[in-house]
């Protein structure tokens, strides 16, 4: 048990590592692409800075259609000054939507194959306990969201295992027999605790079975409860 949980930290901090550096990288790529684009751009007043040097060059005009017509060249350059100020704030947007777009879509990979390795790993180990509740009262083991009846017998041998799961124990058959009997450890027989266990292992592992492998229809008869297209006899 502890070494899968030193496996899972270390996948955590490994995936969140492999995160933060792709999102770091997604960064400054498209922050470099954005800069280059930006500075490439061709100046917004160039166009009205070669009309007012026509102007100092001309000094000379006399005729008033040259006068309108390099009057309706600056006003174009202040159109075209407009116009790429514009496609700046257009391109800085952009780059912001790709920017989120390209971090959620690393997110949301990893996220798959950490959940494709979560899901390899329950396929291997089988049943997962997510959550273990022991009621004296009922007699039940709650294992999950399934709930098990068993015996007194049972019930204590159980709780016994995990109060020395809870300390990080490990318990010998004759501890076993003497925490629930109340006898001296030296008094009790190592057979009588792993007796205990075989019994608690049948009674669980029946139920278990009966939960989630073999189902009883009322009325019907048994079936498996698995799907028909995994089942291979050879």
Known sequence: ????????????????????????AI??????????????????????????RIFVENDNLQSQAEVALLEILAQSGTAFSDTLASYRVVIFVLLVFATALLVAALVFLVLLISLNRRMAQIERSG????????????????????GFKLTDAMIETLSVLAEARLDDEMLSGAQIESMISGKPEMDCEEAAGATRIKRLRDGLGNQMVSELLVKNIARRGYVLAIDKGVIEVI
């Open 1 to 24: 048990m502890p070494d899968h949980t030193i496996t899972a930290s270390d996948s955590r901090r490994s995936g969140a590592r492999i995160v933060a550096a792709g999102i770091t």
């Open 27 to 52: 960064v400054l790529i498209l922050a470099v692409a954005g800069a280059l684009l930006l500075l490439t751009l061709p100046d917004g007043n160039a166009f009205n800075a070669r009309v007012e």
């Open 127 to 146: 049943i997962e306990v997510s959550s273990l509740i022991i009621s004296r009262e009922e007699n039940t083991v709650y294992l999950n969201t399934m």
